[in-house]
């Protein structure tokens, strides 16, 4: 691919529906798993109360997306079936656009089919595919007809696997040549709205996200967005020898680091936290007076 085709304007805004989500100031997304089988405990909901809850307290922290999900995709998971994932997207869904019908979505699937259930009947704004089309080739085409936005994240292996030895020759110019090769095919297919994201904590050890972290810029040269998700993961805890439910302050630093490095969006489990963070950490774009 040329690199006049890869270094595209850099993109401002994304258009989800009508809406214009700005760009020029990170934002957050915060997260809703409507499943008993993740990581970190308190991010889990199950019951459209609490869906519903936890959708009022991202928006009112200040969160600009919610990202739900409804099969487990951390390590060594166990897939859940398609009728599964529909059937609890359905009751997540059905209770956030009851209460906030303007709600900015992202829905967390793999699945094509999925991806266009949501859209199609929960007007879901927005996807995030871990596996940038890999586990369901259909599912780029599928973006291309649905015309929304799509959140195409590197992962090397799948959930089941991806944790078994992962390795690369050099991690940042693997998964630069991946967005390359992805990204033009995206175009080709009719994908406008791409917002790329490294993959942080799948199929990766620790060393290879903490290289990731500080050559973040490096994925700048698509003139894409740049998603990153880091919250309380295990590069955090394990390197801090504690558990996810104490990782904020980690999670807080990593993610300040993300924001210097060029991360437009974070998906996080701490909204307010993270909000805060990003006041402060673009209030004098972090440059002490004669930084270069």
Known sequence: MENSKLLIKNKQNLVCNGNIISLERPLVMGIINITRDSFYEKSQFMLQRRIAKRAKDILEQGGSIIDIGACSTRPGSKLISEKEEILRLSKGLTS?????????????????????????????????????????????????????????MHMQGTPQNMQQNPNYSNVVKEIVSFFAQKIEHFYKAGVRDVIIDPGFGFGKTIEHNYTLLQNLEAFKLFGLPILVGLSRKSMIYKTLNIEPEEALNGTTAINTIALLKGANILRVHDVRETVETIGLTTLTNCQPKGFK
């Open 96 to 152: 956030i656009r009851k209460h906030f019908p303007d709600a900015i979505i992202s829905v967390d699937t793999f699945r094509a089919s999925v991806a266009k259930h949501v859209v199609n009947n929960f007007n879901a704004n927005m996807i995030n595919d871990i596996s940038a089309g890999n586990m369901d080739k259909k599912m780029v085409d599928t973006i291309a007809s649905l015309s929304v936005p799509y959140i195409a």
